[in-house]
């Protein structure tokens, strides 16, 4: 198992509508975990933390499952400005920083 | 606050020879790391330092080689350039607080080996 998964779409999603992905991790004694996004030739830069409770920033809510072992980020009313690729990221804790996984490409079509 | 800041932006080199990535960060993080991200994959740790002196190996440092003598700039070294080392590469600073790590990155270096 490799150890963070993302289905990679895309995802195609009409402007407004609600999209929801997911990631998986396989080592459970993970840490930290974020939501990066990445536009087109850009450097990944940090979405939004993932907190046990849940947590939300504006549109986007993030959720961890830690007995299940995956992540999941929500966007509603979606923008065409949400168009870009989402990358999963856990800390495993050590000095080593942090495990990406491949990124989920999402398209908003107006 | 220039953030993290990273030279050249995009490079053609043949196969053989070498050069260094330069980069570079002016918020006092600790922490720095190398990574390349080829297309379609995920980012992938080359070197990391948690500190001005102190280097160690990611998941991928064949080929390559690094330095910390200042907090501020940790420069990346190819020295025989070869086609599997096409790629991007983003250097990354971060400041570790308790587990909750957010990594800045720098803009990104093109590199083509042909």
């Known amino acids: 198992r490799k150890e963070v998964e993302q289905d990679p779409g895309p995802f195609n999603v009409p402007e407004g509508a609600t999209v929801a992905f997911n990631c998986t991790y396989s080592?459970?004694?993970?840490?930290?975990f974020f939501w990066y996004r990445q536009d087109c030739r850009k450097e990944p830069k940090l979405l939004m933390s993932?907190?046990?409770s849940g947590n939300e920033d504006g549109r986007f809510t993030a959720q961890l499952n830690r007995a299940s072992q995956y992540i999941s980020l929500l966007i509603r009313d979606s923008k065409l400005s949400d168009s870009a690729t989402y990358l999963c990221?856990?800390?495993?804790?050590?000095?080593?920083?942090?495990?990406f996984g491949k990124g989920t490409h999402l398209i908003i079509q107006p | 606050n220039a953030g993290v800041t990273q030279t050249p932006k995009f490079r053609i080199l043949k196969i053989g020879q070498s050069m260094t990535l330069q980069c570079a960060q002016d918020?006092?993080?600790?922490?720095m790391y190398w990574y390349r991200q080829d297309p379609g994959m995920g980012l992938k740790l080359i070197y990391y330092?948690?500190?001005?002196?102190?280097?160690d190996k990611g998941e991928v440092p064949n080929g390559y080689n690094v330095s910390r003598s200042t907090t501020e700039d940790f420069p990346l070294r190819l020295e025989l350039a070869a086609p599997s080392q096409t790629s991007v590469y983003f250097c990354?600073?971060?400041?570790?607080?308790?587990?909750?790590?957010?990594?800045?990155f720098g803009p990104g270096t093109r590199l083509l080996v042909l």
């Open positions: 990221v856990v800390n495993r804790g050590g000095a080593d920083g942090l495990t």
């Open positions: 993932v907190y046990s």
């Open positions: 918020m006092n993080h600790n922490y």
């Open positions: 330092s948690v500190g001005a002196g102190i280097t």
């Open positions: 080592n459970s004694a993970s840490q930290s």
């Open positions: 990354a600073s971060s400041y570790l607080r308790g587990g909750q790590e957010t990594q800045y």
